[in-house]
């Protein structure tokens, strides 16, 4: 049996497994001990340990943005920031439908990083679904698909500077005369219909014209029959939840360190450097005016960092399956596979499916398309098909990947920041998910035939 299909079908163990029973740590771990056993034999115990090391110190600066952003968090909460803010913020969005626009809006202002957007709102918006009895799975959907749909369809994000460079190095998109990666990147953006059509449908959900599907339904219908916006399976994320929305709290101590992460993480470019810029305004805003004394202020900053733990974590192991399912072959083998089938109209379409089920299946939403690219690109020239349509699904399927696969960074950091369960928040947004893809594959495949 090829090492390939074998990578392949532990994958699908891990997530009819962790969907189940809604364990998703135990079987990312025991799924990446398994490929570990198949690619290591005897052994796989010292090389996955190696792995793990290698994911960790290659991943330090997501370990220190999203442990440090958990501490920034719990500051303003603690500081009664997000009580002011939310206070404020009620006034207007006095209805669903106000509230879930204004997210939409939020999501589309902070466009600069796919990080920054999930975190930041999440942290805004929370108390202000709770008060309005949203569920807290409608928060997570509205996170999560606003996260990296925005950020592709805007040329000024990381995802934008990524894809750009990654194109600019294809012999068929140098030939299209662009002088830079990024002008090639722009006349792709009008056919990225997987973001494109999921933030229509976000649009739809919050106008009340899209109906409530599925795990979404009945999280409504949770919220009307008990009054809880969030699971009894998500109670752990939220432990530190306070139930006093109408709390006094000083709006500025929120609305000050947002704007200065906002402000330096678009000047800078650098997410890490503004998180640590707005814990240093916290502190200068909080212990002179004795908001809290300076051992709360680090006990805090502690305790945040450390309720990023399980979900840094959940990335970590996640890595090392990627690193794992890689070794054994796995990318080749789907490409392998696809290759019989792709011709030139239909070629889009089929690039779009396989970038699609390989950042699903992996969770590497880069990664799997810089692997991809110098494959597709040079069977699509081969075969006539039109390159920017290429460029298309290659950014649509890393947008898939990063909105639909339950174990990447995007998802858990969405359900994270919404304190619910990762699994919860996947399959609340599947029927979303499922749609968008439907019609992504139609529109390339008409594309395909007309262009």
């Known amino acids: 049996m090829s090492n390939g299909l ?8 891990i997530i009819v497994g962790a969907i189940a029973t809604r364990r998703c740590m135990e079987f990312l771990l025991g799924g990446s001990l398994i490929a570990a056993i198949f690619l290591y034999g005897k052994d796989f115990l010292g090389e996955w340990c190696v792995l793990l090391q290698n994911v960790l110190a290659k991943n330090v600066w997501i370990v220190l943005v999203c442990g440090l952003f958990g501490s920034l968090i719990t500051l303003l909460q ?28 939020m999501g ?9 957007n999930v975190l930041s709102i999440g942290v805004c918006m929370k108390n202000v679904y709770d008060k309005r009895k949203i569920p807290r799975e409608t928060l997570a959907y509205m996170l999560d698909a606003t996260g990296a749909p925005v950020c592709v369809l805007l040329p000024f994000s990381t995802w934008a500077v ?24 722009i006349r792709a953006i009008p056919f990225c219909f997987y ?11 919050a106008l009340g014209i899209m109906p409530k599907l599925g795990a979404m339904k009945k999280a409504y219908q949770r919220v009307e029959e008990t009054g809880k916006v969030y699971s009894d399976a998500s109670r752990k994320y939220n432990h530190s939840d306070r139930i006093g929305y109408e709390e006094e709290g000083n709006i500025w101590n929120f609305v000050i360190p947002m704007v200065v992460l906002v402000v330096i993480a678009i000047a800078t470019s650098d997410l890490l450097l503004a998180v640590v ?42 890595f090392v399956l990627q690193k794992v399912t890689e070794g054994l072959g796995m990318t080749e083998f789907i490409i392998e596979i696809m290759e019989p089938l792709l011709k030139g109209s239909w070629f889009p379409a089929i690039a779009f499916v396989l970038v699609a089920a390989l ?46 696969c339950f174990y990447t960074d995007a998802t858990l ?33 008409i594309c395909g035939f007309v262009i």
């Open 108 to 116: 589309v202002l902070i466009f600069v990083d796919d990080y920054l």
């Open 277 to 318: 810029v707005s814990l240093l305004v916290c502190y200068f805003l909080y212990v002179p005016r004795k908001v809290m004394s300076t051992d709360e202020f680090f006990n805090l900053v502690i305790k945040g960092f450390a309720d990023m733990l399980p979900i840094l974590t959940l990335l970590v192991i996640a």
């Open 78 to 105: 603690e500081s009664k920031g997000t009580f002011g803010f939310a206070k404020l913020i009620s006034k207007f969005c006095n209805t669903e439908r106000k509230t879930l626009l204004t997210t939409f809006i």
């Open 413 to 445: 950091l969405s359900s994270t920041s919404a304190g619910i369960d990762n699994i919860e928040h996947a399959l609340s947004q599947l029927p979303y998910v499922i749609i968008a893809c439907v019609l992504s594959v139609i529109a390339f495949l």
């Open 162 to 185: 990524f894809y750009a460079s990654l194109f600019a190095e294809q012999e068929s998109v140098k030939a299209l005369g662009y002088a830079t990666g990024i002008q090639a990147y």
């Open 359 to 404: 950042t699903f299946c992996t969770g590497s939403l880069w990664g799997m398309s810089a692997v991809v690219a110098p494959i597709v690109f040079p069977l699509g020239a081969a075969i006539g098909a039109n390159p920017i349509l290429i460029m298309a699904a290659i950014i649509s399927g890393g947008a898939f990947g990063s909105h639909a």
């Open 195 to 205: 973001p494109i059509i999921t933030l229509i449908i976000v649009v739809l959900f």
């Open 6 to 13: 074998i990578a392949i079908f532990i994958i699908l163990v």
